[in-house]
């Protein structure tokens, strides 16, 4: 695994077996994350990407494939080793507070909590720790309220100090803006931004609200348990956001091969060919253009 690189899922499997169904949740799903990266994954629902999530948080197990975060190979992990995995590599903001949060805890208190679990990598002075990531999301003056006292993005900025009290190399957040307005869903992103920035904290978002995602720079989108494509941000519209033009046109799609050679093409795409049964002509132009046509 190259030192640049924070997560590396290969033919990532998961399937969920009850008494009478198996479901495959992800079906060889392939996944590179930069460090320090911020990005989004956005799917449908059942697409998979609250499985993938789960995964990486440690929460979850693969069935095959697989999958590295931070150097650390999740399918060799013993229990002993994921507990400590899931308290120091990876934070997690999730969209009810009521998961994020202790209620009749201070936010200062929240913020402290993790870090008394916190045996692999010890934090030294943790009020003071606590307190500066309580600066750092903008609620150093709140930090003596408890959650009645605090609004829902109040609440929200106070997840994101917890989920980074004990130094985590990726942060992940589950629909993290889902229950706000639109004023706060902008502060909370820029407040991920300024994490990524200040820390240089690798930050995942999933989400399946597009909008968000024109917000940052790469967006891998899953469909059937696979990434389908990824939209990268363009230079020409970072210019726009600097001059306040709004976003249109803001990324570009790029289908995603797997390591088979595969690519899937998307559902609007297929309806236009007007394609019935499901092989398709394929050829190559002078210009090296890969041509899909109905037989």
Known sequence: MSPDNVIVAESLVKIYKTKDIEVLALQGLDLTIARGEVMAIIGNSGSGKSTLLNMIGGLDKPSAGSLIVDGKDLFKMKEKDLVAYKTVTVGFVWQNN?????????????????MQFNTAR?????????????????MGHRATHQLGQLSGGEQQ???????????????????????????TTNAILDMFRAVNRELGTTVVIVTHDREISKRVERVVAIRDGKTSSEFIMSYAHQLANIEGFGGKGAQVELAVLDRAGRVQIPREFLDKMGLEGNRLRIHMDDENRVILQSP
């Open 157 to 183: 900025r106070v997840a994101i100090a917890l989920a980074l009290a004990n130094h985590p190399a990726v942060l992940l957040a589950d629909e993290p803006t889902g229950s706000v307005d639109t004023k």
């Open 98 to 114: 009521a998961r994020n949060l202790i209620p009749y805890l201070t936010a200062m208190e929240n913020t402290m909590m993790p």
């Open 122 to 138: 010890p934090v030294k002075n943790k009020k003071a720790r606590a307190r500066d990531l309580l600066e750092l999301v903008g």
